[in-house]
């Protein structure tokens, strides 16, 4: 049963972290003509499209996209407990579907600037990931980057909003008793 909720857990994350970097490239108005931008697109639009045609866009946002990842991050919270022997508690799972939907969010910019900070000591010249991951995290890292400009050459902008992340995460983790299950 461990091996089936591991499969389980990873395809659900999958789907969200597809999904959310979709909504996030298109915030951004990252290159869409890049590999990545492409794949994420690709990957995701057998279930977005339909979706669209139902559910139209905001101010910019693709509210499809938003609506089915926190539809999977949900999903997650009521299919694997219940595979478990648990009972379906839909209110309490749309509740820590939505938080892990806001923690999620905060772990992907996390790893984007850690993969980000890692390729920027061994990459040279143009690389088409480091240039979507520098469009992804610009807009965490501009407004410190306003406050703490550079200092001799090193950056700490990065070092402020990863303690920020930080901070949220353990927030989130102390309101749910079931925090254990992200």
Do not use: C, H
Request: hydrophobic share 60%.
């Amino acid at each position: 049963m461990e091996a089936i909720n591991y499969l389980l857990k990873v395809l659900f994350d999958a789907l969200f972290t597809v999904l959310i970097l979709r909504v996030w490239l298109q915030l951004v108005r990252a290159d869409f003509y890049n590999p990545i931008s492409q794949f994420i697109v690709k990957v995701t639009n057998p279930v977005v499209i339909p979706t669209r045609k139902v559910i139209p866009g905001l101010g910019g946002i693709d509210l499809a996209t938003v609506l089915i990842a926190y539809i999977v991050a949900t999903l997650k919270f009521v299919v694997i407990p219940f595979i478990n022997g648990g009972a379906l508690d839909i209110p309490s799972s749309m509740v820590i579907g939505l938080l892990f939907f806001v923690k999620q969010i905060g772990v992907l910019a996390f790893m984007a600037m850690l993969i980000m900070a890692i390729m920027s000591w061994v990459v040279q010249g143009y690389n088409p990931t480091m240039m979507i991951l520098q469009q992804l995290t610009d807009p965490f890292l501009k407004p410190v980057r306003k406050i703490i400009p550079p200092i001799g050459g090193l950056d700490l902008s990065m070092i402020v909003v990863f303690i920020g992340l930080n901070f949220l995460n353990i927030f989130l983790s102390g309101l749910i008793p079931y925090w254990r299950m992200l």
